[in-house]
């Protein structure tokens, strides 16, 4: 039921162009500290599908979590270029 109550919502933001406020793994160019990698962070969705990124200032110890998660999906995505 959760997917498809989340698949509803973001169609109907998208679709009454409401800018709300979803988690979605989008291309970070800068974003977070972050470059080249997509991961799951806040962006407005409206009718052009995600509008903007909402770049929430982090802590230091949350920054370093967050760079800790970058780092084990660029790793991942290096095991996947070996397949």
Do not use: H
Not at 29 to 50: A, M
């Amino acid at each position: 039921y959760a997917p498809g109550a989340a698949t509803a919502a973001l169609v109907e933001s998208i679709v009454r162009d409401e800018k709300k406020l979803f988690s979605c793994c989008v291309s970070l160019n800068g974003e977070y500290g972050q470059n080249d990698i997509c991961l799951g962070v806040p962006v407005t969705i409206g009718k052009n599908g995600w509008e903007k990124i909402v770049d929430y200032k982090l802590n230091e110890a949350e920054q370093g979590l967050f760079n800790k998660s970058a780092d084990a999906v660029r790793n991942m995505n290096d095991v996947l270029k070996t397949l």
